[in-house]
């Protein structure tokens, strides 16, 4: 599954090839990184072997058969009923076959389900359409950020100029985890079904709204590891890649403490009362960010994706229609986007109200939406 995933994969980039990422006409599993990795490896190449056997010796004997004992050489067929010896043969041949098969994927399977004694503990929710990562125990724990594909890329695929063999690849904020420590992937998922997969650490995940799956991995080697959301999940789903750094316990515990400051610095008070220039300029990077790709730069929207210029909700004095639209999603197109903090959708609203033709001068406040999800 793996192996198809990311063939696949690597098909669709029509690019080069990224050290940690997929190779242009790659056929066979990615270069493990970890011991499960390697073990699935291992374990591909005994199931195909043994596979690769049984077929050249049944199909070896049939058309031996057909072409030694055919009608125009005068063969005649044999006539017979029972035969205890071929009854036991064929019974028990094929159930050795199934024990040596089972017995090495079995222990590999068991060995990927067991996530106890973890070093680090990362909570991955999986939207439409981007990661959002939490560290929930070890080193870096109260952490969470979303990560979201590079607006470049994005601009990019709509040219159809794709450039770069990280192409659909690239994110704003990867995924940082120490090397040589076992890492705990919980998945869960906020509006549909996504799939956690980077095939250099051998983990593939579903990521299901309501329900918590966990996987992890040993990474053996620092680097840039690369992924892909592999679950069909909507229009955008090309567009929600996995981007894992593996840094030296050093340049870990470096990030972690930068990533602190960076938080408490950008720790948002919802009470605070925001003048309309400041709000809007901060609701454009929200926008640019996380709405862009649907409802575009110019707020027209397409298809089935509403425009925001000229938007009735948008334009209405009533902002706690807008501020829901935010918090709990709308139909099947809209997903819901709790996750913003209340600042960054007091923003984004301010910034759609007094953008393009829509100069409201109206303000939306943090403590409005902090009321809203009461």
């Known amino acids: 599954m793996l192996a198809a995933s990311w063939a696949t994969l690597a098909q669709a980039q029509q690019a080069g090839n990224l050290p940690g990422g997929p190779a242009v006409r790659q056929l066979d599993l990615h270069p493990p990184v970890t011991k499960i990795a390697a073990a699935q490896q291992d374990l591909h190449y005994m199931m195909l072997w043994i596979c690769g056997a049984i077929f050249v010796g049944v199909f070896g004997v049939m058309f031996y058969s057909i072409?030694?004992?055919?009608?125009?050489?005068?063969?005649?067929?044999?006539?017979?009923?029972?035969?205890?010896?071929?009854?036991?043969?064929?019974?028990?041949?094929?159930?050795?076959i199934v024990i040596g098969m089972a017995l090495p994927a079995t222990k590999v399977v068991v060995a990927q389900k067991d996530t106890t004694n973890a070093d680090l503990t990362i909570k991955v929710t999986g939207y439409q359409w981007k990661w959002g990562y939490d560290y929930i125990k070890g080193e870096g724990e109260g952490i969470a950020f979303l990560s979201t594909l590079d607006t470049a890329q994005r601009i990019m695929s709509d040219q159809g100029k794709p450039q770069g063999d990280d192409y659909l690849l690239r994110v704003d904020k990867p995924l940082v985890v120490p090397v040589d420590q076992k890492v705990r992937i919980i998945t869960t998922a906020n509006d549909v079904i996504h799939s956690f997969m980077v095939p250099a650490f051998g983990i593939k995940q579903d990521a299901i709204p309501g329900f918590v799956r966990d996987t992890w991995f040993r990474a053996e080697k620092v680097g840039d590891y690369y992924g892909q959301c592999a679950e069909l999940c909507g229009k955008e789903h090309a567009y929600m890649p996995i981007h894992v750094r593996v840094v030296t316990r050093e340049q870990y515990?470096?990030?972690?403490?930068?990533?602190?400051?960076e938080m408490a610095a950008a720790a948002d008070d919802p009470n605070k009362v925001w003048e309309l220039p400041a709000l809007v300029a901060?609701?454009?990077?929200?926008?640019?960010?996380?709405?862009?790709?649907?409802?575009?730069?110019?707020?027209?929207?397409?298809?089935?994706?509403?425009?925001?210029?000229?938007?009735?909700?948008?334009?209405?004095?009533?902002?706690?229609?807008?501020?829901?639209?935010?918090?709990?999603?709308?139909?099947?197109?809209?997903?819901a986007w709790r996750q913003l903090s209340d600042t960054e959708i007091a923003a984004v609203i301010t910034y759609t109200k007094n953008q393009w033709s829509n100069q409201t001068g109206q303000i939306v406040q943090p403590a409005d939406v902090l009321a809203a999800r009461k």
């Open 253 to 261: 515990a470096q990030w972690v403490a930068e990533r602190k400051k």
């Open 67 to 96: 072409w030694k004992h055919r009608k125009s050489k005068g063969a005649k067929p044999a006539d017979f009923h029972e035969s205890t010896t071929v009854e036991i043969v064929w019974t028990v041949v094929p159930f050795l």
């Open 282 to 335: 901060r609701g454009e990077q929200v926008y640019n960010a996380n709405c862009a790709a649907c409802h575009q730069p110019s707020g027209k929207g397409g298809g089935a994706i509403k425009a925001l210029d000229g938007s009735p909700v948008v334009l209405d004095n009533d902002k706690l229609r807008a501020i829901l639209v935010l918090l709990n999603g709308q139909g099947n197109a809209m997903p």
